[in-house]
C-alpha cells in the first residue's frame, strides 16, 4: 500500500487553506470532525462523488508519515473501505505535491498524472 494520502480541494477552499496554512477543512470536514482524505485508488471516485458541482478540483499529496497517534485514522466508509482520516487541521505546506485539474471531455477528473506521480514516488 502506498504511503501516499490524497486531499481534494475546490478552487475557493485551495485559496483560504493557502492563505492560512492550516486549513481546518472543508464544511464537510468541520460537521464530521476530521479532515477526509483518499488513497490513490479512491481518488477517481471520491472526486466523481463529492465534486461532480465543479470543473476544476486541486489535488494535494501528504506522506502519510506526516502524522503519529490518533491524528489518522483509517476508518471505514463508502462501501466498507478504510479510507484516512486527520483529526488535526491541515499544515498545506507540507503538501509533497499539488495538482490543478479540469474535468475532461468525458467529464471526469483525469488523475493518470496523479497515479503516475505515486508510482515514481513510492
Known sequence: ??????????????????????????????ADGFIHFSTIEQLSDTAEKHFADVPTVHFLAFDAALWSGDTLKWEPSRGGA???????????????????????????????PITKWVQKND
Open 1 to 30: 500500500m502506498s504511503s501516499w494520502i490524497f486531499k481534494i480541494l475546490r478552487p475557493p477552499e485551495w485559496q483560504s487553506a493557502k492563505a492560512d496554512k492550516n486549513y481546518a477543512g472543508s464544511p464537510i470536514d468541520i
Open 82 to 112: 478504510s479510507f484516512p482520516h486527520v483529526y488535526d487541521t491541515l499544515d498545506v505546506t507540507k503538501a509533497h505535491c499539488h495538482w490543478h485539474v479540469k474535468r475532461d471531455n468525458e467529464g471526469g477528473f483525469d488523475v493518470s
